[in-house]
């Protein structure tokens, strides 16, 4: 269920800038070369004996990493095009006067904890809850949603959606609009700035109501 709703009209209409469908295929385009590159590296090491590993004897790990290369390769980068297709396909955000719809599902403000905001520096890792550069996390009760959704915009089970404000095409009127909405509807938002632990601690605190 991917949470596609049709009802009155929205306020305010954004759509997602259309330099996402270049960076995912330049990114893919990047990538795939990647991936067998590291796989021959790692095979020329072992029969080199740079490294302690045997390309023929120890083949379970010459296909796990023959695996990894195609995955990187075929794999990953479709999904950086398909997950930008996605947002290029309908509106980015939609707000209506009871929700903020986020690439054609519908966010009721009843399931909405609050709203962070942080622009966050690189340096934070990629496996951390939280992504770099300017974005809303939109913490919600996932019971009170009515559907669940993953794929590459948006996870529901982690209880979080991510908005990333620059991938809009007017990030700065967007970044109003929902702003306003927030504050118009009693929703609570916190701009943590580049500040993580800010950040982190405001998510504790909201996570709990």
């Given at each position: 269920?991917?949470?596609?709703?049709?009802?009155?009209?929205?306020?305010?209409?954004?759509?997602?800038?259309?330099?996402l469908?270049?960076?995912?295929?330049?990114?893919?385009?990047?990538?795939?070369?990647?991936?067998?590159?590291?796989?021959?590296?790692?095979?020329?090491?072992?029969?080199?004996?740079?490294?302690?590993?045997?390309?023929?004897?120890?083949?379970?790990?010459?296909?796990?990493?023959?695996?990894?290369?195609?995955?990187?390769?075929?794999?990953?980068?479709?999904?950086?095009?398909?997950?930008?297709?996605?947002?290029?396909?309908?509106?980015?955000?939609?707000?209506h006067?009871?929700?903020?719809?986020?690439?054609?599902?519908?966010?009721?403000?009843?399931?909405?904890?609050?709203?962070?905001?942080?622009?966050?520096?690189?340096?934070?890792?990629?496996?951390s809850?939280?992504?770099?550069?300017?974005?809303?996390y939109?913490?919600?009760?996932?019971?009170?949603?009515?559907?669940?959704?993953?794929?590459?915009?948006?996870?529901?089970?982690?209880?979080?959606?991510?908005?990333?404000?620059?991938?809009?095409?007017?990030?700065?009127?967007?970044?109003?609009?929902?702003?306003?909405?927030?504050?118009?509807?009693?929703?609570?938002?916190?701009?943590?700035?580049?500040?993580?632990?800010?950040?982190?601690?405001?998510?504790?605190?909201?996570?709990?109501?």
């Amino acid at each position: 269920m991917t949470g596609s709703w049709r009802g009155a009209e929205p306020e305010t209409v954004f759509e997602a800038h259309p330099r996402l469908r270049e960076h995912a295929r330049l990114g893919g385009c990047l990538l795939a070369p990647a991936g067998f590159l590291v796989a021959a590296i790692f095979v020329v090491l072992g029969l080199t004996g740079v490294i302690p590993y045997d390309p023929v004897g120890d083949w379970g790990w010459t296909l796990l990493i023959l695996a990894g290369a195609v995955v990187m390769a075929t794999v990953i980068p479709r999904s950086f095009i398909q997950a930008a297709e996605l947002k290029l396909r309908q509106p980015f955000v939609e707000i209506h006067p009871d929700a903020i719809s986020y690439v054609g599902s519908r966010i009721p403000d009843f399931a909405i904890r609050a709203v962070l905001r942080a622009d966050l520096p690189s340096h934070n890792g990629e496996n951390s809850r939280w992504q770099r550069g300017d974005t809303f996390y939109v913490l919600v009760r996932r019971e009170q949603l009515g559907f669940t959704r993953s794929d590459g915009t948006m996870h529901t089970k982690k209880g979080q959606i991510d908005i990333a404000i620059d991938e809009a095409l007017d990030p700065v009127r967007m970044s109003r609009a929902v702003i306003a909405h927030l504050e118009a509807t009693g929703i609570p938002f916190v701009d943590c700035g580049t500040d993580l632990g800010q950040l982190v601690d405001a998510a504790k605190r909201y996570d709990r109501s």
